[in-house]
Every structure is written in C-alpha cells, then in structure tokens.
C-alpha cells in the first residue's frame, strides 16, 4: 500500500479487486507457496487471471515457473522475456535499526552467526579461533540460533560481520546487518 502512494511516476495504484488489476503480484520470501510455487499456481486468482499474474520471490535454488522478479535467480535460469532479477525485500522492517558501535569501541572483532552446511567456506569459518571472535553455528543440530533483537546486538558489536555465501548465489545478509547497525564496509 505505502509503495503504490509513493509511485514516483504518479501512474500506478491499487484496486480492490483482481478483476480491475492490470497487474497481480504474488510475494513468496520461502518456501511456504511449495518448492515449485505450486501454492500459487493453485490460487484460484491466479488460475483465473494467469496472463495478469507475475511472481515477487527471495527463495534461493528457484526454477521460475512463473514470470516475475527473483531476488536470487541463477544465470542458468534467465530468460529476460520470462524473469528479471531484483532486490530482496527489507529484512527486520518491523525493528527499529541499532546505533552502531563507537569506533574502536567493538567487543568483537568479527562475528558469524550461521549455518555452516550450506557452503564449504562455512566450515572453514566455524573452525575459526580468535579470542575477540563471537562464531555462532545455527544449524538445527546444534540449537543455537539467536532471536533478532540478540542478532542485531551481535551485529552492532561486531567491527566486522562475515557473511560468506549460503545456498543461493543472492545473500540477503549484508542488507539485513547493514539495517541492524553494521557498516557497508564491514562484510568480508
């Protein structure tokens, strides 16, 4: 709603109904639609209006069956007159953004909170030993995932923030910490 009262070009708005919509799009940031967003080809707004339909998604490892923007489409899946590539939406929009730390000021000196079974470099980090390094391994064997507002602390305390590449080739992880309080130059 807030994006259609920013239209910068003053020609875009909502409607109430699919039937007055030039455009309908579905956003899916997970898996929840189904692996193949066979959710939303089951919609019944999409079955009935599929020429209108266009699909928003930030799922890493995507096949796009349907057209839209994917914030992490991989080349071998694009097809300029099916898919274009785009941003991943604001993570945390709900939670105020963290001061970041004085300069100087860091209790860590770098952090990584994740998994490390998504990229060989993972583990190369998890093995890592310093006695100013906060390393946290999330996967669901070790139980050790912290809550947003425990994150986006880690993140302002941290001098620098790791965040190698997981799953997908998109990494929604420097935007979410630069919003959490660490500097854009701070990712290695």
């Known amino acids: 709603m807030l994006l259609a009262q920013r239209d910068r070009f003053g020609v875009h708005s909502l409607v109430e109904s699919p039937e007055e ?3 309908i799009l579905f956003v899916e940031h997970s898996t929840d639609a189904g692996a193949y967003f066979q959710d939303v080809r089951k919609h019944p707004v999409y079955r009935r209006y599929q020429r209108r339909c266009y699909l928003f ?4 490892r995507v096949i796009p069956f349907l057209p839209g ?6 080349q071998s899946w694009y097809r300029s007159s099916w898919v274009r590539s785009g ?3 604001r993570i945390g929009a709900d939670q105020p953004a963290l001061p ?3 300069p100087g000021a860091a209790r860590y000196l770098f952090s990584f909170v994740g998994t490390p079974h998504s990229a060989p470099v993972r583990h190369q980090i998890v093995a890592l030993e310093h006695p100013r390094a906060l390393i946290r391994d999330t996967s669901a064997a070790n139980h050790n995932s912290l809550a947003p507002a425990e994150y986006a602390e880690t993140v ?3 001098a620098f923030v790791l965040c190698p590449p997981g799953r997908g080739h998109g990494n929604f ?3 979410r910490d630069v919003d959490d309080g660490a500097g854009a130059g701070d990712h290695l």
């Open 21 to 23: 919509a030039d455009l």
């Open 57 to 60: 998604s930030s799922t890493d």
């Open 69 to 74: 923007v994917y914030a992490a489409i991989e």
């Open 87 to 89: 941003p991943y939406l």
């Open 100 to 102: 970041a730390a004085e």
């Open 156 to 158: 302002r305390q941290s």
């Open 173 to 175: 992880s420097p935007l």
